[in-house]
């Protein structure tokens, strides 16, 4: 079953809305989907373990252009705390309550 988390990324013209999506596999990987800015794109090579922390691909096309990522992170407690570096350096994701 998929788990749907809300998030918040850190991006240069500011902090936007976002939504990811993983369907957890049995054998430590899983397939999921990152959305932002209409966009929404498929995680590649997902692994995740049993406390929730998770590696990723990313490649996303939005108005800004065509991103390529590697997110990492940790889903615990319905929570998303994450980054992704790309060319453009390094954005954080995470869930509302986990905003400073």
Known sequence: MA?????????????????ITIDRHGDGTFDGTFTVLGSTAPFTNGKIDGEGNFSAGLT?????????????????????????????????????????
Do not use: F
């Open 3 to 19: 788990e749907e988390y809300d998030a918040i990324i850190k991006l240069p013209m500011g902090k936007k809305d976002c939504q």
């Open 60 to 100: 996303i096309t939005t108005m800004l252009g065509t991103q390529v990522a590697e997110a990492e992170g940790k889903i615990s407690d319905g929570k998303v705390d994450a980054r992704a570096k790309s060319r453009l350096g390094t954005t954080y994701i995470k869930s509302p309550e986990l905003l400073a």
